[in-house]
Each structure stands twice: as structure tokens, then as C-alpha cells.
């Protein structure tokens, strides 16, 4: 009896990758044990199995970086809870800067910090050079060192929530496909599945790359769009090590960290590939798409620049896999303004390792208690509004959003691609007068 498909659960979440997952286990940690989490393939298939794993706590709101925070701490006491090994492991990072605009920007996230109660140094190249060993430092102007930052291994990372979960009461459905959310009167009352409907109080739309399409089933704005990401993984070079700290190099777009004795070298390219146009496949579970070693080549170029050595490296992977990016860089929390009782967590932007665990908890928090429990209004799916939902006009946003990770933070930047896309009734006289447009709201 056990086996048999439930008909209705207190909460139905939708997608078993590192977010719904975490959103269950800390649902039975607030005491919600009727709790189903139902996943199309396998556990931590679609984007989650491909992430590479950085662990980075700093963020520009300093809620945001107490979630990472969190989520560092989680990820260190899990395996000793679950038995399952996470692969986290706390070997601190370390970001340089090639000019002095970088290095100011650097300082500035090194008070924003401290502020925060994140450990960090402005340290020297030479310093830098200590910790790093395999890179050159003659172009470099300087560093800082977080200790506190990391790395996990995705996968099994949300092995270990689901079994929490499971633990703590929670039901884990594989093979199911979601076809429809039930409604009345405004509000989310189940699921539709391939197995037959489950109704429930409360439905969490973490999806991941098909969560758009899920909040379509239902009339909700999910606006998110996904992006090519690539990366490469070298075999053994000389001077690596188990415990050689992540680094990035915004100036050069790139980041590395350790891996058998090898490099994981990816980076966010100034403009990025979008893929999916015509809908994300279903079956499109553990799957990568082709290599494109022409969209890599600046991110390459960067990298020989960095570490000489991987010149005559081998080459044993190219990873391309898509992850899903939002309008503004900002992950998707939070109950959806169209839909009473429906809430979603996506779109995290090739952050979703690094937020899972704070952003399951917060997510999880704000369903116990119906309203959140902390400012999250930087990622709450609420600042967006339905004409942010538009195909075309998300497709050429995140060619640009994906590329802001390590671009310079220029005070007051303002997005050049899909505008003018709402214009006001006197755009036209302001326009032919030399006006500087600034864009709100669209």
C-alpha cells in the first residue's frame, strides 16, 4: 500500500532538483510532514547534475548573503544528519583583480562584507600567488580572500536533502509528469499528473527550466529564459591540489576550482548563447548540448592568460548545459501574485547551489507562515510583472544578464538590449529633443 500514487498532500512540490528539494526537507523541519515532491526523471536530473558547485557567500543584499551563510553551514552539518556525503568542502576563495576600477570594486565588496559578517582580505598578488600557485600574477594589481566560501558536488548534495526529507516524513515520486495545476476561485488546489491528480493546500513550482512552462499551465509569470553555460575539465596539472581554493577572475570573465588533480575552467561570456526557443524538451533529464568551442574562445583566451599551464593540459570534458536566467540576475521566490497558494522557486542563475539551502528554507518559511520571514523583496517573483514574461523579449535580456555576472558594477547601469519595449506617450518629442532614457518597469 505504501507504493500506491497519493491522491492529496498538504504541499505538492514540482521538480526534484536541488531547490524542490531543499524546500522539502525544510518544510519537515518546520513540522510539515504531508509534504510530495514530485520529478519528471530522476532526483537532481535537468540543470542541477551540471552545476559546478561554487559555493560564493558575498552577495550585494545582505539578506541574500545571509542565505549563502546559511547554506555553508548546512552543507558542512548535512552528511553527519543523512549519512549521504555532499561533497562540501570549505576551501575558501579567491578573486583578483587585472585593473585598478577592479580592484576599487573589490575593496568596496570587502567593506560590504564585513558589513555583512563575512570573513574576508584584501591581500597582494604575491599573497594571491600563495594561495594560487598555478596562476601568473605579473598582470594582477591585487585580491581578496574569502575563507568562508566553498565548494559542494551538486548531485549529491541533493541526494542528502532528499533523504533529510524523507526522513523527516516527506513523500519523493520519480517518473511523474506534472500536466496541469488545479485552481478555484483564484486558488491552487493540486496537481494534474500522468499518474492521475493529487490534491493539495499548497503547490511549490520549482521546475527549474521548465518552470516557465508549469506557471503557464496556471496563469503565472515565471519570466525566465535559458542560457547556454560551459565549462571544461582538465586532467591532472602540476601544482593542483584537493584543497586549492575557488577562484575567479571577473576582468577575464572566468572562474576555476579544483578536481582530481585537475581545473573546472567556465565563465559567464559578455554575450551569451540563449537556448530553448521552441520549449524546453521533457526527456532533456542528464543531457548536455553540443560543444561550441568558437562561443567559449574568449573565455579560453582569459584562462591561457591566467594559468600558462593549461596550454598543454588535457582536456577531458566540455560540459554545455543550459541553466535557466532571470530579467535582472535575481533568483524567482516567493507566492505568485496571480495565484493564491502558488509559490515558486527557479531561475536562480547559475547560483542554485550556493542558495539552495538559505532559499529553501526562506521559501519553505514563508509557506508555514503565509508571508515571509525576512526581506527578500530583491528576489520575491513579485517585481516582475506578465509583459516580463514575453519569449522574444526575455531571450534577448539574458543574452545580456548572463554576461552582468562578472561585468564592472557601474553605479546606476543601465540594460541595453530589449528596449525600448514601453514607451510613454511623449517618447517620441523627448527622443527628438536628445533625451538619455533610463528604463522602469519595462
Same mark, same amino acid.
Given at each position: ?7 492529496? #498532500? !498538504?504541499?505538492?512540490? &514540482?521538480?526534484?532538483?536541488? @531547490?524542490?528539494?531543499?524546500? =522539502?526537507?525544510? %518544510? ?84 560590504? #562584507? !564585513?558589513?555583512?559578517? &563575512?570573513?574576508?582580505?584584501? @591581500?597582494?598578488?604575491?599573497? =594571491?600567488?600563495? %594561495? ?89 509569470? &515565471? ?220
Amino acid at each position: 500500500m505504501t507504493n500506491q500514487f497519493p491522491t492529496q #498532500a !498538504r504541499v505538492v512540490i &514540482v521538480g526534484g532538483g536541488i @531547490i524542490g528539494c531543499s524546500v =522539502a526537507y525544510h %518544510l519537515t523541519k518546520l513540522g510539515w510532514t504531508d509534504v510530495v515532491l514530485l520529478e519528471q526523471g530522476q532526483l537532481s536530473g535537468g540543470t542541477t547534475w551540471h552545476a559546478a558547485g561554487l559555493v560564493g557567500q558575498l552577495r550585494s543584499h545582505s539578506n541574500m548573503t545571509s542565505l549563502i551563510k546559511y547554506s555553508t553551514q548546512l552543507y558542512g552539518e548535512l552528511e553527519a544528519e543523512t549519512g549521504l556525503a555532499t561533497g562540501w568542502k570549505n576551501c575558501g576563495s579567491l578573486s583578483v583583480a587585472r585593473t585598478a576600477d577592479r580592484m576599487t570594486v573589490l575593496k568596496r565588496t570587502a567593506a560590504s #562584507a !564585513r558589513a555583512q559578517g &563575512v570573513d574576508i582580505d584584501v @591581500i597582494s598578488p604575491k599573497e =594571491a600567488a600563495d %594561495l594560487w600557485p598555478v596562476m601568473a600574477t605579473d598582470d594582477l594589481v591585487g585580491a581578496v580572500w574569502l575563507p568562508g566560501d566553498g565548494k559542494a558536488n551538486p548531485t549529491d548534495l541533493t541526494q542528502s536533502l532528499a533523504k533529510g526529507a524523507r526522513n523527516g516524513g516527506a513523500k519523493i515520486i520519480e517518473r511523474v509528469r506534472v500536466t496541469g495545476i488545479s485552481q478555484r476561485n483564484g486558488v491552487a488546489c493540486g496537481v494534474e499528473t500522468d499518474r492521475g491528480n493529487i490534491a493539495a493546500e499548497i503547490v511549490v513550482n520549482c521546475a527549474g527550466q521548465w518552470a516557465r512552462k508549469v506557471g503557464l499551465m496556471c496563469g503565472v509569470s &515565471v519570466p525566465l529564459h535559458s542560457a547556454e553555460h560551459m565549462y571544461i575539465v582538465t586532467g591532472r596539472i602540476e601544482g593542483v591540489h584537493p584543497d586549492l581554493p575557488v577562484m575567479r577572475d571577473p576582468d577575464g570573465f572566468i572562474y576555476f576550482k579544483e578536481e582530481v588533480g585537475g581545473l573546472v575552467m567556465g565563465g559567464f561570456e559578455p554575450h551569451a548563447k540563449p537556448w530553448g526557443m521552441n520549449g524546453i524538451p521533457e526527456n532533456f533529464e542528464f543531457a548536455l548540448l553540443p560543444d561550441d568551442w568558437d562561443q567559449f574562445e574568449i573565455l579560453m583566451e582569459n584562462a591561457l592568460v591566467r594559468v600558462p599551464q593549461l596550454a598543454e593540459a588535457e582536456v577531458k570534458k566540455f560540459y554545455n548545459g543550459p541553466e535557466s536566467f532571470t530579467p535582472d540576475n535575481n533568483f524567482l521566490l516567493g507566492e505568485a501574485p496571480e495565484l493564491k497558494n502558488f509559490y515558486v522557486g527557479a531561475g536562480f542563475n547559475s547560483m542554485g547551489i550556493a542558495s539552495a539551502g538559505g532559499a529553501g528554507r526562506a521559501l519553505a518559511e514563508w509557506i508555514v507562515n503565509a508571508a515571509p520571514t525576512m526581506d527578500l523583496w530583491p528576489v520575491d517573483i513579485r517585481r516582475f510583472a506578465p509583459f516580463n514574461n514575453n519569449p522574444r523579449w526575455l531571450h534577448d535580456r539574458v543574452k545580456e544578464t548572463l554576461g552582468l555576472h562578472y561585468a564592472m558594477p557601474w553605479p546606476n547601469r543601465e540594460l541595453d538590449t530589449a528596449r525600448p519595449f514601453r514607451r510613454s506617450p511623449l517618447y517620441d518629442r523627448l527622443a527628438a529633443r536628445g533625451a538619455c532614457f533610463g528604463s522602469k518597469m519595462g
